[in-house]
Each structure stands twice: as structure tokens, then as C-alpha cells.
């Protein structure tokens, strides 16, 4: 993937993986409650130089989106895509094809990183953790034939890494996790790190609650910034892959602007120290009974 530059035309840096790719530590994220604009996806590739795009079968938005990237005349070879594989397609043979469909509505022939969306898995005979097993077993396969140039988890804690690294062979190249000033799960970034396993952030403004905190505020005057600017340099400078979504373009000029100045140890400290183990994002779909 060629480099990009955002904003001001900073470099973006990029944060190396177990196997060699570099994957952009700022990304775009879309969602299914109103997180997808076509046009902002347009903007953010032609204007901000977003090269970084995070979606999932879910959100029900890839063939839009696969839409919006042919409409900005990026090259393939410079963006990073990124998609998920929703719980009604764990398994062997429906974890294949998932990746297929989701390329074919993306319009390309290859993913940059497929990630099992949750870990919550049931299939009909088996535990959760078969179930897991047999799923990431389709991802190693689909990693072996290059149609997945990496592969990963989303939500997943410690003693679901672990079960998978006793049940399989590749160890996911990235763990994508809610990640905000109110939700700061140190001990499984620590464990990820300690396996070569990148971090990945989503939410990194708390959905905008965050925003209005008195003291991210007061940062955002120290600095010169917005509260949302604040909390994306944050999450990076803490080393963590970070994708927030916005579909309004004066929001997204806004999030790219993170790479010309740099958080103070001690307010580095400080914004760590708001953790409240605050979860925002829940799994609502309902699990098949049995």
C-alpha cells in the first residue's frame, strides 16, 4: 500500500503487523445507525487522504461503499480495506463465502484485513468456542490463498485470544476493541502487545460524550484544538490503531488534523486516568436459542 499524507500533508504513520503489512493508525469508520454518507466517504479519500476504511457486512454498506471508492479514483493498491464477518455466518463453508460476497460487494478481489466480528458464536452441536475455532480455521484458509492479506478479531478478551491461540495456528494479526478516555482496557492492549498483536480502537470519541467533558474541553483550549482532535491524538499516541466516523466533511477535515502536535506527558497521564470502564457498545442482535 502506497503512503498517503492527511490534513496539512503530514505523513501518516503506519503501525507494522505480525507479518509484515503496515496498516494506517488513522482510519475512517462507517456503522448501520447512521454512520455512512456516500459523499462523505468521497470527501475523505479525494480531500482528507484517508487511505484507511473500516466497514463490516453488519452496516449493511459495502456495496455503497465499494461504490464511493471506484467513484474517487483511488488506486486499489493504496487503500487499506478493511471488513467483518457477522455471527450469522460463523462456520467453516459460511465464513468463506461471507469473504467472497463482502469482496464482490466492495468491489475487489482482496482484503487488506477480515476480522470475526464478535466473539459470540453459536452453531448448531457446538460450544462457543468450536464454533470460534472452526470459524478462524476458514480465515487461516483465506489468509493462505491471499484473498485475506491479513486477518483478525473484534471484541474479543483475553480468554478468547487464548482459547484460539491453544485451537488454531495463526495468531490474529489485530484485535479491533472499543477504545475512548472512558473505556481504557490496558490489560488487554498490554496482552495484545505482548503477543504482536495490533491494537485497534473503535469509537474513539465515547459517541460523542466525550466531547463536552470539562476537562477534554479545557485540553482542547490548552492546545489550541477540538475536544475531538484531543481524543483521536490521544488514542494514538497511546499506539492504538484509531478509526472514528463522522459523515459530516467539516468533522472529518477536523479528525485528520492529529499529526502536527503532540499531547504532554502529563496530559497524556491525565486522560488515561478518566478511565471508568465505560462500555458503549453492546452486542443487541439476538443469538439463535439452543
Known sequence: MASATLGKGLPVPTVPLANGLNIPIL?????HVGGYSHDAVIYALKECGIRHID???RYGCELLLGKAIQESGVKREELWIT???WLTDYGYESAKQSCL???NRLGVEYLDLFLIHWPDAQ?????SREARAETWRAMEELYDQGICRSIGVSNFLINHLEQLKEDCDVTPHVNQVEYHPFQRPQELLDYCRKRNIVFEGYSPLAKGEVLTHPHVVRLARKYGKTPAQICIRWSIQNGVVTIPKSTKPKRLKENCE???FHLKKEDMAFLNSMNVNKKLIHLTYPLWKG
Do not use: D, H, I
Open 27 to 31: 482510519g475512517l469508520g462507517t456503522s
Open 55 to 57: 466497514t463490516a457486512k
Open 83 to 85: 471488513t467483518k464477518l
Open 101 to 103: 460476497e463482502s469482496c
Open 123 to 127: 452453531l448448531p452441536g457446538k460450544s
Open 258 to 260: 492529529v499529526f502536527g
